[in-house]
């Protein structure tokens, strides 16, 4: 089992309606999870973390949290084209016997007019 | 704002050549990393260092070294490139010695050996 999986997508949904992207982790330890966003051609940037089970807003994004589950999930509202790209989870994790943070391998996101 | 700064946005290198890709951060990040990204693979870890002259093998260092002299730096070197080696690689930062803190990248740089 991969430490941290996402379904690769592409997700492709109409503007205005919600985007749902999941994550599954693997370490029950972890405490903090990350929401990354990655424009073609660009780098991630952060657009929203979560510590605590149940859900976490910030504007348009909501993430969601259930530890007991290993499952973090990322809820676009009213999604528009600028949306589309690739979300990519991570989570802080051991790996080889340090800490580091595991990717995933990110989700495409289509939000077509 | 947190700024990570890669040397080159685009390079193109012949095989055998001796390849520096160098990552610069201003806010006094005590971890730094290299990534490579490839189509469908995701970000994948090749070397990360906690503090200066400190490293540590991600999950594919085969083929790369690193080098950090000086906290703000940190460098890949790719001793003999090859072709299975072209892809983006991703720098970045973070605060402490915990990874519960935020990463921060720089812009990418797009390798092609040819």
């Known amino acids: 089992q991969k430490e941290v999986e996402q379904n690769s997508g592409p997700l492709s949904v109409p503007e205005g309606a919600i985007a749902s992207l999941n994550c599954t982790y693997s370490?029950?330890?972890?405490?903090?999870f990350f929401w990354y966003r990655q424009y073609s051609g660009k780098s991630p940037e952060l657009i929203m973390f979560?510590?605590?089970?149940g859900d976490k807003e910030d504007g348009r994004f909501t993430a969601q949290l259930n530890k007991a589950s290993q499952y973090v999930s990322l809820l676009i509202r009213d999604s528009q084209p600028s949306d589309s790209a690739t979300y990519l989870c991570?989570?802080?994790?051991?790996?080889?016997?340090?800490?580091?943070?595991?990717f995933g391998a990110g989700t495409r996101l289509a939000v077509h007019p | 704002d947190v700024k990570v700064t890669q040397s080159s946005r685009y390079l193109v290198k012949r095989t055998g050549e001796k390849v520096f890709l160098e990552c610069v951060q201003d806010?006094?990040?005590?971890?730094m990393f290299w990534y490579r990204q490839d189509p469908g693979l995701g970000l994948r870890l090749i070397y990360f260092?906690?503090?200066?002259?400190?490293?540590e093998k991600g999950d594919i260092p085969e083929g790369y070294s690193v080098s950090r002299e000086k906290k703000e730096r940190f460098s890949l070197i790719l001793e003999s490139a090859s072709t299975n080696q072209t892809s983006m690689y991703l720098c970045?930062?973070?605060?402490?010695?915990?990874?519960?803190?935020?990463?921060?990248f720089g812009q990418g740089t797009r390798l092609t050996v040819v």
């Open positions: 970045a930062s973070s605060l402490g010695q915990s990874m519960n803190t935020e990463a921060f």
């Open positions: 370490d029950r330890g972890s405490q903090s």
């Open positions: 979560i510590y605590s089970n």
């Open positions: 991570a989570v802080p994790g051991v790996s080889g016997g340090y800490n580091k943070l595991i």
């Open positions: 806010m006094d990040h005590e971890n």
């Open positions: 260092s906690y503090d200066v002259k400190m490293k």
